[in-house]
Nanobody
Framework: QLRLVESGGGLVQSGGSLRLSCEAS????????MAWLRRAPGKPREGVAC????????IVTKSVKGRFTMSRDDAKNVLYLQMNDLKPEDSGVYLC????????????????????WGQGTPVTVSS
């Protein structure tokens, strides 16, 4: 059974940093494209970053470009999201997901392609 557990969220002031972790079990991260998404109150799910299974290249949404960095540790089977220069609009529940795509392309935010979700870790950025 594929399982993902996020951690590392919390309350931080604007301009601060957080490092989120996603521990995977039941599968190897190398078998899927992996993604970070977020949900904010009153807003739809938004894709944040995605790493291609095929070549390990990463893409990020425009709003976090230059501030967020995605990485993974294959030996520990852990996915990371380093978030710097956080802004209030970054607040939300962050979830990691295993995506059944070799390359993220334009479909990685579609739940149809998600094989597993984590429960999420909340991030609150104060002004």
């Amino acid at each position: 059974q594929l399982r993902l557990v996020e951690s590392g969220g919390g309350l931080v002031q604007s301009g601060g940093s957080l490092r989120l972790s996603c521990e995977a079990s039941g599968f190897s991260l190398g078998y899927y494209s992996m993604a970070w998404l977020r949900r904010a109150p009153g807003k739809p799910r938004e894709g944040v970053a995605c790493m291609n299974e095929g070549d390990q290249r990463t893409i990020v949404t425009k709003s976090v470009k230059g501030r967020f960095t995605m990485s993974r540790d294959d030996a520990k089977n852990v996915l990371y999201l380093q978030m710097n220069d956080l802004k209030p609009e970054d607040s939300g529940v962050y979830l990691c997901a295993a995506v059944h795509l070799h390359f993220c392309g334009d479909l990685w935010t579609d739940p149809e392609y998600v094989e597993a979700w984590g429960q999420g870790t909340p991030v609150t950025v104060s002004s």
